[in-house]
């Protein structure tokens, strides 16, 4: 059974590094104050996570985070009973957890969650702030600290994959997009632990695979894979291999790209 303790393992108790890019500090803090749901749009590692774990801990909420999946079922988030011996014993969903104790609830990729797993947080996201337990024929008035995030990658839309008109219409939407080049040459060299000519040259080359999207790439590099190169040659390991296995191998499967991508590497490098 989850109890009081359980809540206490979602407190972040040291800050999480974030380097803010415009103001989404400052937007975040008062749709906290206004109490409105907030949603993150942003490509695949540009930092909305990391965001998310700062905001908490700024605001000194518990952060509750769940990865959103399409199997995740409105159960899985509000919580079940479940056979406990000869009892049965209801059990808190993370959802339930967080509306309960007025934490943050972070719903990662939430296009991917079922469409009637999504209907289940309307009355929890308008001004009702409510989160009907139908199962045990309640319903919890949210407190006025829950804040609940959601995030949304904009770059895999389609008709099967969007969401609905009545959800989106929910939530304030922050924008993000990878850091500007200055920015994310600070974030590469505290994240990966390198020095900022390292972190420049990783950089340049993320900038520059990011013009190739368009041009049969998906999605540019993230901040996060630059992280990751970084990371690597801080361990010893050649520059021009470390981007290989954390930037071109893992982007695309197409050996023109990669080439292209290779290129790039080593006129930068
Ligand atoms: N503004 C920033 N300040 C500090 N670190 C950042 C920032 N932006 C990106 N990062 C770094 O990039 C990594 C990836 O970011 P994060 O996990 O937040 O991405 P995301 O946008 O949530 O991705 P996804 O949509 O795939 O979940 C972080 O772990 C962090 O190292």
Redesign the pocket.
Known sequence: MLTERAIENYILEKEP?????GNEVELFTAAYQAKLPVM?K??????????VEHMAWRLKRPLVTVACHEDLSATDLVGRYLLEGEETVWHDGPLTLAVKHGAMCYL??VVEARKDTLVLIHPLTDDRRMLPVEKRRIVIEAPDEFQFVI?Y?PGYQSVLKDLKQSTRQRFVAIE?DY?PFE??VA?VA??GQVDEATARDLVTIGQKVRNLRGHGLEEGV???LL?YAAQLIRGGIAPVSACQVAIVNPITDDHDLQRSIQEIITTVM
Do not use: Q, W
Request: net charge neutral.
């Open positions: 590094f974030y380097l803010p890019v993150l942003g490509p695949t590692g540009c930092g909305k996570t990391r965001f990662d990729e995030s990658n993000f850091p920015t994310e974030i505290r994240e993230s901040t996060r992280v």
